[in-house]
DNA sequence: CGTCCGGTTGAAACATGTCAAAGAAGGTGG
DNA sequence: CCACCTTCTTTGACATGTTTCAACCGGACG
């Protein structure tokens, strides 16, 4: 069972229906707090956030401290860049983008985040967030307050472990996106960024190979260090070259090999 | 007390003298094995590396955990990309880099590291290190098993806060070299980076304004997204508008208030 | 003393950015 | 449900920044 997106049908509870009504606010307040303690252990993503060696104990323990926050708007920020940390988040269903602001009101996308990933790491070290996070669609996030995911963590070795790695995979995630953006051309970078959607679809069970970009090709631009009409014509070239079928906001991929080859191939620099 | 770079003199035991006279390997091998537990608490750094609220217990325990690795000559790997993860390192003098290669050969620079800070945290997440990690110039580090520090850190709350606000620092300075990489032209980011190394240096007591170099040109510009000759154009460029007074490795910033009004002015890319 | 490596500089090539115009998509309110 | 408005996208022509290629310099080192 597919949605038009050909995503899979995720059911996860009466939230589902939040997404497709509009019920009014106060309503939606309501049932937010009765909400606050859906169980992790009844999740049906908990395998991309949490542990695996987690057991029954520890799954209990840490539902008791995840929270659910209500659903984000599409635009709607998660947090801003210079607020205090309190918690770290895990995406539910949705997609967030996070992004640095220089002063001078350049702005970079740092990373794009889909169900099962974590955010809020980059405010650990100051207490303050970095970047803001924004939701590009409507999106439903669990929050983990941080203080007691540490002590938990002090309690859980499977899961403090768990957490390192998590913190450490957004750093190596890091030094893939500097290498990207450090010695790679335009058809490069987009074919690197294909590439990466591409597998964190599938290995989401959706389909390598047909996706919709949940974001602008201006966003992708500055992920990618290059600007949007670059991204335009980039596209435009793998389509003509029959390496994908772009249309709008959707992305067909259709010769994935030569897409692997591109990068890499097509210049020394 | 300074030496020859405008560096302080930093006593830190008998293990002076390996960087400055050439001990036969098999006697070097022998005293290692006496240093193995050289402690934390008697470093005359460890404020860079330890958290600031450890008691002396905890500085005890962390002694026993720490070691003392052989001293690394200029060239030598601390460690390869695709090797197990053992330990975390920090810093204890000298100065390294660490890079991740493409399957193609193109080699980007991730970072430069020095006294006080911590390298390996990239392995965590796989278990592998995806960098290597080499040494600028003769170095000394402290290596720090990475089952024990997680272990310890479960007993010593601010030693796990700690580390995870290293780690946290580690994505934030990833994030800023993105916004570097993505949306500076050269000269901001050349600009970008002496102002960081400039800030690095003071922090640790050298002159914030005159210091040399470890790293070639080359690696500069795989740092920065830039080829050699592009660095060395903009440090001619500098020289000329008086910013900085260039000569081969060392540098001597003249007027870092300019240099600083430099980054987003020069451009709106 | 010669060689090698790192650095500098110039000229030309090239990739990407900039500016502009026009078309398509998507959301909003009547 | 349609019309309108905004936002996003595409495409072209041109400008610009960075790379490429090549020559040369100077210091380090055997």
């Known amino acids: 069972m597919q949605d038009a997106y050909g995503r899979p049908a995720v ?3 009466i939230f589902t229906q939040f997404n497709e009504c509009s ?8 049932l937010n707090v009765v909400q606050l303690r859906t169980a992790c252990s009844s999740c049906s993503v908990h395998e991309l ?13 840490l539902d008791r401290i995840v929270n659910r926050k209500r659903p984000l708007k599409r635009g709607e920020y998660l947090y801003r860049a210079g607020s205090a940390l309190q918690s770290l988040y895990a995406v539910r269903t949705g997609f967030l983008k ?14 794009f985040h889909m169900t099962g990933e974590m955010l809020g790491m980059d405010a650990i070290g100051s207490g303050k967030h970095i970047c803001d996070a924004i939701a590009l669609e409507d999106s439903d996030v669990c929050e983990i307050p941080y203080n007691e995911l540490e002590q938990l963590s002090r309690n859980i070795p ?7 790695r998590i913190m450490s995979r957004e750093i190596t995630r890091d030094y893939g996106v500097m290498l990207l953006l450090g010695s790679m051309r335009a058809e490069e970078r987009l074919a690197a960024f294909l590439l990466n ?7 989401r069970g959706y389909s390598p190979l047909r996706f919709h970009l949940r974001m602008t090709r201006e966003e992708i631009g500055s992920y990618l260090g290059l600007k949007l009409e670059t991204i335009s014509r980039a596209f435009s070239q793998f389509q003509n070259e029959g390496l994908v079928t772009v249309r709008n ?13 591109l990068i890499g191939h097509c210049s020394e620099r």
Chains 1, 2 share one sequence.
């Not at 019920?23 to 309501?30: S, V, Y």
């Open 197 to 203: 959607l591409s597998q964190r679809f599938a290995s």
């Open 49 to 61: 956030c949490l542990p695996a060696g987690l057991d029954q104990h520890g799954l209990e323990q």
């Open 23 to 30: 019920m009014p606010a106060q309503t939606l307040r309501q």
């Open 98 to 111: 996070s992004s640095v602001l220089h002063d001078d009101g350049r702005e970079q996308v740092a990373g």
């Open 249 to 261: 906001k959707s992305i067909e991929i259709s010769d994935l090999e030569r897409l692997r080859l």
């Open 158 to 164: 499977a899961l403090q472990h768990h957490f390192h």
């Open 11 to 13: 059911s996860y509870g």
